[in-house]
C-alpha cells in the first residue's frame, strides 16, 4: 500500500514537473479546453436557475372562466352545469370563485390593498377555475385549446383564459434546451478529450528517450503511463476550475441586466452559481475527460513506440 | 544463469543476426563478447535482457525462458539487470544523481532510500563528487561511468554492457573496465562486448562472435 501511494506521489510529481518545464503551454492548453467547456457550464448554470420554477408553479392545466360582469350570482352558478357538459366527459376539478374571494386574493397576493380600496366598488367578476385531470404532457394542449372555445361559446361568459399553458410550454423549452445543451456537451466534451490527446501525444514524443530509458531499467507500463494520466486529469481540472470560475464571474453583469427585466414583472429573480456538490461534480468530470483523453493518447502512442 | 540452446535471430530472409549460437555463462563469470561490427554482438546482449525475443532455440536468464517471458514480466526480469551501452542514454534533462536514482525509484523505493543508495553507486565509480552535475557538464567517461553507476545501483544479478568503452580514450576506457571487473570481483556475473582487442588482455573467457556464429569460447 505504501510502495503503491508512493508511485503515486511520484507520478503526480512527475507531472507537475513536466508542467513546470512549460508553464505556458500547459496554460494555453488550459485556456483552450476552458473554453470548451465554459459554454456546457453556463448552459447548465442557467438550467438549473431556471429548472426550480418551472418545478414549483403546477403544470397541471387551469382554465379560468370568467363570468360577465352583469350577471347575478344565481346566473353565474347556473353556469355549471353548462361547464360540466363543455368538458365532454374530461375529468376535472371545478372550482366557483365568487368575486368577493377573487377581491380578497388579489389584495393579500398583490399588495395593492389601498389602491383597490379606492375603486369603492368590486370590479371583478364571479369566475370558475377548472382544474383539468389527463393532460400531461405539452401535446395535450390542442385538447385543452378545444375546451377553452367550448366554454367562451357558453351564454354569459365573458373570458376564457387558458392558465397554465405557458409553464407547459416552459416546461417543453427546457426539455429542448436540455437536449440541445447535452448534445453541445457531448460534442464539446469530444472537443476537450481531442485537445487533450493531443497535448499527451506532444508530451510522449518529447519524453521518447526518458520513456525509453525507464523500460531498460525496469518501469513497469504503470510506472511510465501514470504521469501521463496525472497530467491530461491535471489540465481537466484546471481547465474546469478556470471555466466555473469565468461563468461565476460572468454572473454579475447579468444578474445586473436580469434584475432590470424581472423588476419590470416585479420579480427578483437573480442567476446563482452552482450549488457546491454540482461544482464538485462538473469538476470532476472535467478531470474525467482530461484522464480519457490521456488514456486514449497514451494507449495510441506509447503503443507505437513499443 | 544464462544460457543459449541453437538461437538464432532472423529479422528478414536476407538479415540474419545470429546462427544456432549456444552457450552457458556461470553466475559470477566475466564473460568478453569479441567480433566485428555486426557480428551479433548487439542482438545477444538484448536478448537477455528481453529486448529481442529469439527467432528459434531457446534463451534463459535466471531460468526464465526469454521467449516465452510475458511482457508484463519483462520489467521484473530488467530490474536483476544492469544495463551498460555504448551511447549511455542519460537523461539530459536531470542531474547525475536523479540519473542514478532512477532505477531504484521505478521500482518502488523511497526518494530517501534512493538516493542513499544512488550516492553510494556513484562513490564506487568516483563520481560523488559529481552528483550535482548535468550529464552534459562531463566527459564521455564519466558519463559511462554514471550508467555504470545506474546499472549498478540496483543491486542487479547480471551486468550487460555493450561496448561500453567504444567512444572513450584508452584511459578512460581502462577506468570503466577497471569499474566493471571491480563489480565482477563481489559475484556478479558480467558480460561485456567488444570488438578493442586491448580489452580482452587478461580476458578469463572471451566468446568470440563473426557473421552471427559462435567461432570460440563458447564451450
Redesign the interface.
Known amino acids: 500500500m505504501k ?1 503503491w501511494f ?2 503515486h506521489r ?1 507520478a503526480l510529481g512527475a507531472a507537475l514537473g513536466h508542467v513546470g ?1 512549460a508553464p505556458g503551454s500547459f496554460l494555453f492548453n488550459v485556456v483552450v479546453v476552458a473554453i470548451a467547456l465554459a459554454l456546457p457550464f453556463a448552459g447548465l448554470t442557467l438550467l438549473e436557475n431556471v429548472r426550480p420554477m418551472s418545478e414549483q408553479l403546477s403544470v397541471d392545466p387551469e382554465i379560468s372562466l370568467f363570468v360577465n360582469a352583469s350577471a347575478t350570482r344565481e346566473q353565474a352558478r347556473a353556469l355549471a352545469p353548462a361547464v360540466r357538459t363543455a368538458l365532454k366527459g374530461h375529468k376535472a376539478a371545478i372550482l366557483f370563485v365568487p368575486r368577493e374571494q377573487a377581491l380578497d386574493t388579489l389584495k393579500s397576493k398583490s399588495g395593492l390593498s389601498d389602491v383597490l380600496a379606492t375603486l369603492g366598488e368590486n370590479p371583478l367578476p364571479d369566475s370558475y377555475v377548472l382544474k383539468l385531470d389527463g393532460f400531461k404532457s405539452a401535446a395535450d394542449a390542442a385538447g385543452i385549446d378545444a375546451i377553452a372555445a367550448r366554454l367562451r361559446a357558453l351564454p354569459g361568459v365573458d373570458t376564457v383564459q387558458v392558465d397554465s399553458a405557458w409553464v407547459k410550454r416552459l416546461a417543453a423549452l427546457l426539455g429542448v434546451l436540455r437536449l440541445v445543451l447535452l448534445l453541445l456537451a457531448l460534442t464539446l466534451g469530444m472537443v476537450v478529450v481531442a485537445v487533450v490527446f493531443n497535448t499527451i501525444r506532444l508530451q510522449v514524443l518529447t519524453q521518447r ?2 520513456i ?10 504503470g ?1 511510465i503511463h501514470r504521469p501521463f494520466y496525472y497530467t491530461g486529469a491535471l489540465l481537466g481540472l484546471c481547465a474546469g476550475a478556470v471555466a466555473l470560475g469565468a461563468v461565476t464571474l460572468a454572473l454579475n453583469p447579468l444578474n445586473s441586466a436580469i434584475a432590470q427585466f424581472a423588476r419590470l414583472y416585479a420579480s427578483e429573480f437573480q442567476l446563482a452559481p452552482l450549488a457546491p456538490l454540482g461544482i464538485g461534480a462538473l469538476l470532476a468530470l472535467s478531470a474525467g475527460l482530461g484522464l480519457a483523453g490521456a488514456l486514449l493518447s497514451v494507449q495510441r502512442h506509447l503503443a507505437r513506440l513499443d | 544463469m544464462i544460457e543459449f540452446h541453437s538461437v538464432s535471430k532472423q529479422y528478414s530472409p536476407h538479415a540474419i543476426a545470429l546462427r544456432e549460437v549456444s552457450f552457458k555463462v556461470d553466475k559470477g563469470e566475466l564473460v568478453y563478447l569479441a567480433g566485428p561490427s555486426g557480428a551479433g554482438k548487439s542482438t545477444l546482449l538484448k536478448m537477455i535482457a528481453a529486448m529481442e525475443r529469439p527467432s528459434s532455440g531457446k534463451v534463459l536468464v535466471n531460468g526464465q525462458d526469454i521467449g516465452k517471458l510475458k511482457a508484463a514480466s519483462v520489467p521484473f526480469l530488467r530490474r536483476n539487470l544492469g544495463l551498460i551501452f555504448q551511447q549511455q542514454r542519460l537523461l539530459i534533462d536531470r542531474s547525475v544523481l536523479a540519473n542514478t536514482m532512477l532505477p531504484l525509484l521505478v521500482s518502488g523505493a523511497s526518494s530517501a532510500h534512493a538516493e542513499q543508495r544512488a550516492r553510494a553507486a556513484l562513490d564506487k565509480v568516483g563520481l560523488l563528487e559529481r552528483a550535482g552535475a548535468q550529464p552534459l557538464e562531463l566527459s564521455g567517461g564519466e558519463q559511462q561511468r554514471v550508467a555504470i553507476a545506474r546499472a549498478i545501483v540496483n543491486r542487479p544479478q547480471i551486468i550487460l554492457a555493450d561496448e561500453p568503452t567504444a567512444n572513450l580514450d584508452r584511459a578512460s576506457a581502462n577506468k570503466v573496465l577497471d569499474a566493471l571487473r571491480a563489480f565482477h570481483s563481489v559475484g556478479v556475473t558480467c558480460m561485456i562486448s567488444t570488438h578493442d582487442e586491448q580489452v580482452l588482455d587478461g580476458a578469463a573467457r572471451v566468446i568470440q562472435l563473426e557473421h552471427g556464429q559462435t567461432v570460440g569460447g563458447a564451450a
Not at chain 1, 212 to 221: F, H, P
Open positions: 510502495s508512493r508511485q511520484f518545464k528517450e526518458e525509453a530509458v525507464s523500460k531498460l531499467i525496469g518501469a513497469t507500463d510506472f
